[in-house]
């Protein structure tokens, strides 16, 4: 029996409830709901509807080789043979975007095993594959995806005072400098309430960060100066919300500015300005490669970016092209110096 699904938003308590057509994928992501964010609930239906739509077929009749077919379906060309990523070289789906679809697919087989009222007797996603050495049983170890290990991008200093100068308002600056400066994700540069802004204290507070983690992050006084310019001179004053960064115009005027409209603006400065490529993530990239360059400690980094791991904030080391050339100079000239008192 095949299955299409069709991703809505239906009306409910608290809020739109995402819904796929199927009573299974339905009850999960009611618990994804429960146990997660919005953004995190809608990536969760929106890679269920993607892997449905291409297997067509009911989750308890899917095996591993509809989980290995649809591997082979993601990483087939999408703009011709020819045509590869610069990122990554690939030409396919990125593996990264393919590894957390994976994931996603595993958690609703995961969370039907636990519930134990289906047929289901296994995962159908595999955990890897196996590799067998002479002599030896085979050995579950080669991932089913293998993520390449790139850096993320930053921007130039050039490219900066390009961006800047091709910003239109106080507000649309503002946001710019609270990623740039302060290393704010998207989503809490948008979250922003008007009493998480603490100007004496140079500081904000991230009532919604990434995860629900909250925390209280220090930032330039560039950043008060544009805002206070933006509060007093743009923000509608009749605007009924408490979120700091609103529409000026239109008839979502002094309503929250959305997450399309925030990458419509850093999309039109981009444009503008002269630049291949920009993203929001980007300017948080070359916040935290900036800071890390003028000498500022891994864990203040950590602490200032929200990582809950220091393993997420070791990447800076790698953008910051001072420490590594640091680093080689003093274990060269370490090795110079026993080569020459030796006799």
Aim: include cysteine.
């Amino acid at each position: 029996m095949g299955f299409v699904p069709c991703l809505v938003r239906a009306s409910g308590e608290g809020g739109g409830l995402v819904r796929l057509g199927h009573p299974l994928l339905d009850a999960y992501l009611e618990l994804v709901a429960a146990r997660a964010r919005p953004n995190t609930v809608l990536a969760t239906a929106f890679d269920l509807k993607v892997f449905f739509t291409l297997i067509a077929k009911d989750p308890l009749e899917v095996t591993s080789v509809d989980v290995l077919d649809f591997i082979k379906a993601e990483r087939a060309p999408r703009r011709g043979v020819g045509v590869i990523r610069i990122e990554d070289a690939e030409t396919g789906l990125s593996a990264r975007t393919i590894k957390r679809r994976l994931a996603t697919i595993a958690g609703l087989y995961e969370y039907l095993l636990v519930r134990g009222d289906s047929a289901l007797v296994r995962n159908p996603v595999p955990r890897g594959l196996a590799a067998r050495r002479p002599g030896q049983r085979a050995v579950r170890g080669v991932p089913l995806i293998r993520t390449p290990h790139t850096l993320p991008r930053v921007i130039d200093p050039d490219e900066v005072d390009a961006l800047f100068g091709a910003l239109r308002r106080h507000r649309d600056r503002a946001m710019v400098e609270a990623m740039l400066l302060g290393g704010l994700r998207r989503c809490e540069v948008l979250g922003l309430r008007l009493g998480d802004v603490r100007p004496g204290e140079r500081r904000l507070f991230i009532a919604e960060g990434k995860g629900g983690h909250q925390r209280i992050v220090p930032i330039s006084s560039r950043f008060f100066a544009t805002l206070a310019a933006y509060l007093e001179t743009e923000r509608p004053s009749g605007a009924g919300t408490e979120r700091v960064f609103v529409v000026l115009k239109g008839p979502r005027r002094g309503q929250p500015l959305s997450a399309a409209g925030l990458d419509e603006i850093v999309s039109g400065a981009r444009g503008r300005a002269g630049l291949a490529r920009l993203t929001c993530h980007q300017l948080r990239h070359t916040c935290f490669t900036r800071l890390r360059e003028a000498g500022m400690a891994l864990e203040a980094i950590q602490a200032q970016a929200g990582h809950r791991s220091i393993e997420s904030t070791r990447i800076y080391l790698h953008l910051a092209n001072d420490w590594l050339a640091g680093e080689y100079r003093r274990a060269s000239e370490a090795i110079d110096a026993q080569a020459i008192g030796e006799p």
